[in-house]
C-alpha cells in the first residue's frame, strides 16, 4: 500500500520526505519547541504521516534581494507549493484517507508577526522529522543539495507512510556568514532555537514592506551549503533594485 500511493504522489510531484505524525510527541527536540496544539495530531486526530513537499528557491534570483523580482519568485513558490498540496491531499482523499493540506505561511501580515511570530503550523520541524534537513545558524532548515535555500508546505494524512528520521550530522558548518551579513544583527551566532531576534527580523521585514520588496532573504542567499551559481552581474542587480514601492 504505503508504495502504490508513493508512486501516486510521486507522480504528482516527487520532491517530498514524510514524518511521523507521532514523532512531534517523542522527539525530544522538537517536543520541546512546538506546543501540543500545533502537532499534527491536534489538527487531523486521525494523522498517521505528514508529507513535506518541497521546490526550491532560485539561487539567481535570490542573488537580486531583497528586490521585486525576489518577491515575486517567493509568491509563485507559495503559490506552487500550496497547489501541489492541494492535489496531493485531492489524491489521498480520493484513495480513502483523511488529508489537510495545511497553508504553507500561518502569518497575518507584519502585524500578525510582530504579535506573535511562530505559525500554527511549522513546516520546518515537519522536514526535520522527515530527515530532509537540520538547523542552521541562520534560524532555518537546511537541506543538503540546497542549503536554506528550499520552500516547504505539509500535507496531514491518515495514510501510513514510510516516515524518514532526523539527521544525525548538522548540515551547517557554522561558517557565521549568515550572522555578519544580517543587516538587522538579528543573528547572534547561538544555534537554533536561540540565535534569531525575531523582533529584530520583522522590524526589517516591515521596512522592506513599505517599499514593496519582501521579504528579505540576505541570510538564505550567503549560505555556502548546497547548490551554488555563477552570479547575475552587479549591473543588472543594481539596475533589478532600482524597482520598488514608491508612494
Ligand atoms: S531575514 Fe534578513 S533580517 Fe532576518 S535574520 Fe535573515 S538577514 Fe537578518
Ligand atoms: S551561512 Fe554558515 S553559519 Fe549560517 S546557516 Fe549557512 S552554514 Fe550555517
Known amino acids: 500500500m504505503d508504495e502504490g500511493i508513493r508512486e501516486k504522489i510521486s507522480e504528482i510531484w516527487p520532491y517530498f520526505t514524510v514524518a511521523d505524525a507521532t514523532a512531534w510527541d517523542t522527539d525530544p527536540f522538537v517536543s520541546s519547541l512546538i506546543p501540543s496544539s500545533q502537532r499534527p495530531k491536534s489538527i487531523l486526530p486521525s494523522a498517521k504521516s505528514v508529507i513535506v513537499v518541497r ?10 534581494a531583497p528586490s521585486i523580482f525576489y518577491k515575486e519568485h517567493y509568491k509563485t513558490l507559495n503559490i506552487q507549493l500550496d497547489l501541489i498540496a492541494q492535489q496531493i491531499a485531492t489524491l489521498l482523499d480520493a484513495e480513502g484517507f483523511d488529508a489537510v493540506p495545511v497553508a504553507r505561511d500561518g502569518y497575518q501580515g507584519i502585524r500578525g508577526l510582530k504579535e506573535d511570530s511562530s505559525s500554527f503550523f511549522s513546516h520546518r520541524h515537519a522536514a526535520y522529522l522527515s530527515g530532509l534537513g537540520t538547523f542552521g545558524l541562520n534560524n532555518t532548515l537546511l537541506t543538503k543539495t540546497h542549503g536554506p535555500r528550499v520552500r516547504l508546505t505539509s500535507i496531514i494524512t491518515s495514510a501510513e507512510l514510510k516516515p524518514g528520521t532526523p539527521l544525525k550530522e548538522d548540515i551547517c558548518i557554522k561558517c557565521g556568514k549568515c550572522v555578519s551579513s544580517c543587516p538587522a544583527n538579528a543573528l547572534n551566532g547561538d544555534m537554533y532555537p536561540g540565535g534569531l531576534d525575531k523582533m529584530s527580523c520583522v522590524g526589517r521585514t ?10 528579505c532573504g540576505i541570510c538564505i542567499a550567503v549560505c555556502p551549503i548546497g547548490k551554488r551559481v555563477i552570479p547575475p552581474s552587479e549591473e543588472f542587480v543594481k539596475s533589478v533594485q532600482k524597482y520598488e514601492l514608491r508612494n
Open 55 to 64: 521546490t526550491p528557491v532560485s539561487p539567481t534570483i535570490l542573488h537580486t
Open 206 to 215: 516591515e521596512k522592506l514592506a513599505e517599499r514593496g520588496i519582501t521579504p
